[in-house]
T-cell receptor, first 114, second 113 residues
Framework: GNSVTQMEGPVTLSEEAFLTINCTYT??????LFWYVQYPGEGLQLLLK?????DKGSNKGFEATYRKETTSFHLEKGSVQVSDSAVYFC?????????????FGTGTRLQVTL | DAGVTQSPTHLIKTRGQQVTLRCSPK?????VSWYQQALGQGPQFIFQ???????QRGNFPDRFSGHQFPNYSSELNVNALLLGDSALYLC????????????FGPGTRLTVL
């Protein structure tokens, strides 16, 4: 079946540091890939997405490129802020017939300090 | 434009009881999915509703059932609650099935004692 593997956290960085959160996936066919962010006590917010190989998703300074050859979708940001502290989830969308479900990784907690 | 709304926010039940959670999708969306997120874990897919029918189901027992109404809102029902059902239940809506992103509500925190 489909699966998503994320690097384990927590990841602790100083403000303005470079961020990379690794994500690899296993899937049949051609899934869409997503990064969601969850702030404490809240639901999930879509951060960015990519729907086909070599697509780059970007939002709020975050970027991720859909790499089919390495089955990866690593999240990067050049300069993190304290407000980026949250849990980040990598996910893929599996399209089966008339349905599409999301399969999530276990999440990576990011803590940014001053 | 209201996003996805869920009710109630929090709920406390005892083992063996039944619970109903409610979800209203984002305006214009007709597909609703439900996910269970245990503490410290990623969300797990329960099922998806489209055109008032369950279209796909994850690996959850029959104690978990749902319904979608003509206005696209949805309910999740869980019978015979177990301690292990304690989790954050997330509803997500999308603009019909297919390669469309899912927008999540704030969730309902269910605690089973």
């Amino acid at each position: 079946g489909n699966s998503v593997t994320q690097m384990e956290g927590p990841v602790t960085l100083s403000e303005e540091a470079f961020l990379t959160i690794n994500c690899t996936y296993t899937a049949t066919g051609y899934p869409s890939l997503f990064w969601y962010v969850q702030y404490p006590g809240e639901g999930l917010q879509l951060l960015l997405k990519a729907t086909k190989a070599d697509d780059k998703g970007s939002n709020k300074g975050f970027e991720a490129t859909y790499r089919k050859e390495t089955t990866s979708f690593h999240l990067e940001k050049g300069s993190v802020q304290v407000s980026d502290s949250a849990v980040y989830f990598c996910a893929l969308s599996d399209h089966t017939g008339t349905a599409s479900k999301l399969t999530f990784g276990t999440g990576t907690r990011l803590q940014v300090t001053l | 434009d209201a996003g996805v709304t869920q009710s109630p926010t929090h709920l406390i039940k005892t083992r063996g009881q039944q619970v109903t959670l409610r979800c209203s999708p984002k305006s214009g969306h007709d597909t609703v999915s439900w996910y269970q997120q245990a503490l410290g874990q990623g969300p797990q897919f329960i099922f998806q509703y489209y055109e008032e029918e369950e279209r796909q189901r994850g690996n959850f027992p029959d104690r978990f059932s749902g319904h979608q109404f003509p206005n696209y809102s949805s309910e999740l029902n869980v019978n015979a609650l177990l301690l292990g059902d304690s989790a954050l239940y997330l509803c997500a809506s999308s603009l019909t099935v297919g390669r469309n992103e899912q927008f999540f509500g704030p969730g309902t925190r269910l605690t089973v004692l």
